[in-house]
Structures are given as structure tokens and as C-alpha cells.
């Protein structure tokens, strides 16, 4: 019986670890999925070194795991990012999701949810200064939205419920 729960203790443990890496990698991973398809679906480019610093900050959380966890934990991260995207309703709208997603970074950190030092948050502070003097981001309201509906899914997922500190 000792050995059981110790085994049981033990995949318990992986799994803490596990979900603690996908909590991670989620916001730089749907970052780069907003960058991806603005590039993509409106032919235009983001910066270079912020599309480096977010595709970089979401394969960082994961370095540390086994393959197979590794691997787990990044079909989570990609269905659970997407299914967070798609919340917001931002249909065509790829910018202003993307600083809808900033917004949601930024008061996640805020709120002690992410790691305020994270390349997430640095590359969110960088869009948000950037989306007050450049129209094509969209309207601060409109992004607030899509942060919020955003929020709203990440939450009831169980994701950024505890503080990081």
C-alpha cells in the first residue's frame, strides 16, 4: 500500500509540474499564434525580435520535461491557446485580438498571475505602448473585450487562478 501511494504521490507531482509548465507557456504561445496569423492572414509583418522573444518564451516552460511530458504539455498548450484565442469573438480581427491579448497579459501580471518579468509581459508592454499611437491595433475598448472574454475562458479552465508570488 505504501508503494502505491507513493506512486500515486509521485504522479501527482508530474502532473503539478506539468500543468505549472503549460500555465507558463500559454501566454507567449498564444502570442506567437496571433503574431503567426497576422503574418499570415493579413500579409503583414511583426517586428522580427518581438516574434523571436514570444516563440523562444513558449518552448522555454517546457525545456525541463521528459519527451513525453514535453510533448503532452505542448498539444496542451496549442489546443488549450487556441481554444483561449477563439474565445475572445475577434473574428478577422487579428490585431486587435493580439492587443486584446496583451491586455490580458498585462493585467494577469498585474494581479501576481504571471511572472511580471516574463517575455509575455515585456512584449505585451511593447504592443500597448505601441497600440496608442498606431490605428491598425484597433481600439483600446474593442481589445478590453477580447481580453476580458479571454480572461473569462483562461479562468474557467482552470488556468493563472493563483497568484505566481
Given amino acids: 500500500m505504501a508503494k502505491l501511494t507513493d506512486e500515486m504521490n509521485g504522479q501527482v507531482d508530474v502532473l ?15 502570442l506567437a499564434l496571433a503574431f503567426a496569423s497576422i503574418e499570415q492572414d493579413q500579409k503583414e509583418h511583426i517586428r522580427p525580435d ?37 474565445a475572445s469573438n475577434a473574428g478577422d480581427d487579428m490585431r486587435g485580438m493580439t492587443y486584446g491579448m496583451c491586455l490580458m497579459i498585462l493585467k494577469l501580471a498585474e494581479e501576481g ?30 481589445a478590453s473585450r477580447y481580453a476580458e472574454a479571454m480572461m473569462k475562458e483562461a479562468f474557467a479552465k482552470g488556468y493563472f487562478a493563483a497568484s505566481t508570488n
Fill in 16 to 30: 503539478v509540474a506539468n500543468n505549472a509548465a503549460v500555465q507558463k507557456a500559454l501566454p507567449p504561445f498564444m
Fill in 50 to 86: 518581438l516574434s523571436k522573444a514570444v516563440n523562444i518564451a513558449s518552448t522555454v516552460p517546457l525545456s525541463h520535461l521528459d519527451p513525453f511530458s514535453r510533448y503532452k504539455c505542448a498539444k496542451m498548450v496549442e489546443v488549450e491557446g487556441f481554444a483561449i484565442l477563439k
Fill in 113 to 142: 498571475r504571471v511572472d511580471p518579468e516574463s517575455q509575455a509581459v515585456l512584449v505585451s508592454i511593447d504592443i500597448t505602448e505601441e497600440a496608442k499611437e498606431v490605428p491598425e491595433w484597433g481600439k483600446f475598448e474593442v
